[in-house]
């Protein structure tokens, strides 16, 4: 560890963890000193990048892009502050949530149209639903197991699809959610879509 002290011996500014000869993080002393949560920068393969601990639990609460001010600014992950679980893949600006690629409820992700301001549930518009793997080292998920394709006005699904390592490996066409086409499925959708309008 690598560190600064002042006149009278205590530890000052930030300081350096190494493994196995490698940056691992740097972290600010302030933070432990007045206890508040971790703001680690982390040597990543794919660049520096920033990692939130809850001080009180030492749950991961973020990884990702940050500016200067250490705030999160760009793409990021957040976790659920009691488990630690992942919630959501995002877009931040000066440490406000601005659009959801990704939300993430147990082993399932939905995946969300980009449109650049979607934090409010109304802006949402989901397009695929299904199983996935994260790969923590290419910070990307990869569609892995069962999956729908949604309809971006209906929101109905149009396709079942079985996904390996993000790639798709058999799948089938829906027909108005079903899996079958029929002529009652097609009187049920023209009825609820008029109900829509």
Same mark, same amino acid.
């Given at each position: 560890?690598?560190?600064? &002290?002042?006149?009278?011996?205590?530890?000052?500014?930030?300081?350096?963890?190494?493994? $196995?000869?490698?940056?691992?993080?740097?972290? *600010?002393?302030? @933070? #432990?000193?007045?206890?508040?949560?971790?703001?680690? %920068?982390?040597?990543? =393969?794919?660049?520096?990048?920033?990692?939130?601990?809850?001080?009180? *639990?030492?749950?991961?609460?973020?990884?990702?892009?940050? $500016?200067?001010?250490?705030?999160? @600014?760009?793409?990021?992950?957040?976790?659920?502050?009691?488990?630690?679980? /992942?919630?959501?893949?995002?877009?931040?600006?000066?440490?406000?949530? =601005?659009?959801?690629?990704?939300?993430?409820?147990?082993?399932? /992700?939905?995946?969300?149209?980009? $449109?650049?301001?979607?934090? #409010?549930?109304?802006?949402? #518009?989901?397009?695929? &639903?299904?199983?996935? &793997?994260?790969?923590?080292?290419?910070? *990307?998920?990869?569609? $892995?197991?069962?999956?729908?394709?949604?309809?971006? @006005?209906?929101?109905?699904?149009?396709?079942? =699809?079985?996904?390996?390592?993000? &790639? @798709?490996?058999?799948?089938?066409?829906?027909?108005?959610?079903?899996? %079958?086409?029929?002529?009652?499925?097609? %009187?049920?959708?023209?009825?609820?879509? +008029?109900? +829509?309008?």
């Amino acid at each position: 560890m690598c560190f600064e &002290v002042d006149a009278n011996g205590s530890e000052i500014g930030d300081f350096t963890r190494f493994e $196995n000869g490698c940056v691992a993080f740097v972290q *600010s002393f302030d @933070e #432990i000193w007045d206890r508040k949560n971790f703001h680690r %920068i982390i040597n990543h =393969v794919r660049g520096e990048r920033m990692e939130i601990y809850l001080h009180a *639990s030492d749950h991961l609460i973020y990884h990702g892009e940050f $500016n200067e001010k250490r705030e999160r @600014e760009g793409w990021g992950i957040a976790y659920d502050e009691k488990t630690g679980t /992942m919630l959501l893949e995002g877009i931040w600006k000066g440490n406000k949530l =601005v659009e959801i690629i990704r939300k993430i409820e147990g082993a399932i /992700m939905i995946e969300f149209k980009r $449109n650049g301001d979607n934090a #409010i549930a109304s802006n949402r #518009i989901p397009l695929y &639903v299904g199983e996935f &793997v994260y790969d923590e080292s290419k910070e *990307s998920f990869l569609r $892995n197991g069962r999956g729908y394709w949604i309809d971006e @006005e209906t929101r109905i699904a149009t396709r079942e =699809v079985e996904w390996k390592d993000g &790639v @798709e490996v058999s799948g089938r066409d829906l027909y108005d959610g079903w899996h %079958i086409h029929s002529f009652i499925h097609s %009187i049920l959708l023209v009825y609820y879509i +008029l109900l +829509l309008w």
